[in-house]
């Protein structure tokens, strides 16, 4: 990917409405399940750095991820960032006391030994905080230019966590309420294929809309406090070694 590409990415990871919804939802499963202070916290496949803000209020964070691209797109005022495989992680057993896997598990092709990776980075008394793609009906073109490997089920996600090694706490699916509208898109993509290279289908939406999804996201964050969101584009999980 072109640094031009990770340019945009960080543009989008600031002001598109799905990030600024789902780190809402971050925020509310780490006040809920997170340790309140970590020492350590690794944000693993961090990208162009979107959440490490966020983490940053748990804890010193270690940013590693596998471009060196992305990693010169994250902000200037991030100290300690890694250039590395989820397979095969760089660090010592029982680093880190939060561990954050935001949308890393579906590019994987060995996800079981990433999360074995997690496990044995993260301490006993810490925590995995985990975002992944939902459900391989919804697999699109989008999946496709992101070089995703596969979609996951609540269940499937569970049972790979349970054979890393991982306990997990709370699992919910997320984007539930516009979970209609992505998949008639994905039915009339199939059913209409564009043709050509495969495209990422995020980009700018116009305000008030933005504000608007965003506030969506949020909402559902906030009903996360009191339970499980059945369906949804994605999943998010607090898993526990």
């Known amino acids: 990917m072109e640094e031009r590409a990770y340019t945009d990415i960080k543009r989008l990871e600031r002001e598109h409405w799905w990030y600024r919804g789902t780190r809402a ?7 809920r399940y997170a340790p309140r202070i970590c020492d350590r916290v690794l944000d693993l496949g961090c990208g162009t750095g979107g959440n490490l803000a966020l983490l940053s209020r748990w804890g010193p964070v270690t940013g590693l991820d596998g471009w060196h691209l992305a990693l ?4 200037a005022g991030a100290r300690t960032l890694v250039q590395g495989q989820a397979q095969r992680l760089p ?8 561990v954050a896997m935001l949308g890393v ?3 994987v092709v060995d996800d079981e030994a990433a999360l074995r990776e997690a496990r044995r980075v993260c301490r006993p008394e810490g925590a995995i905080l985990l975002l992944t793609s939902a ?3 919804l697999w699109s073109q989008h999946d496709e230019a992101n070089r995703h490997v596969r979609r996951y089920t609540a269940r499937e996600l569970r049972s790979k966590a349970a054979r890393a090694g991982l306990k997990a706490r709370y699992v919910s699916y997320q984007n539930a309420f516009l979970f209609p509208v992505a998949a008639a898109v994905r039915l009339l993509q199939r059913l ?8 990422i289908d995020m980009f700018p939406m116009p305000e008030p809309v933005n504000t608007v999804l965003a506030g969506l996201l949020a909402l559902e ?10 369906i949804g584009v994605s ?3 607090v898993l526990e070694p």
Do not use: I, N, Q
């Open 25 to 31: 939802a971050y925020r509310v499963l780490l006040r």
């Open 72 to 75: 010169r797109a994250c902000p």
């Open 91 to 98: 660090f010592g057993k029982d680093t880190f006391g939060l």
């Open 105 to 107: 598990l579906e590019h």
């Open 135 to 137: 459900f391989m009906f």
């Open 192 to 199: 209409c294929p564009s043709g050509g290279e495969p495209r």
């Open 221 to 230: 964050g906030w009903l996360m406090t009191w339970t499980s969101l059945p």
């Open 235 to 237: 999943l998010v999980a």
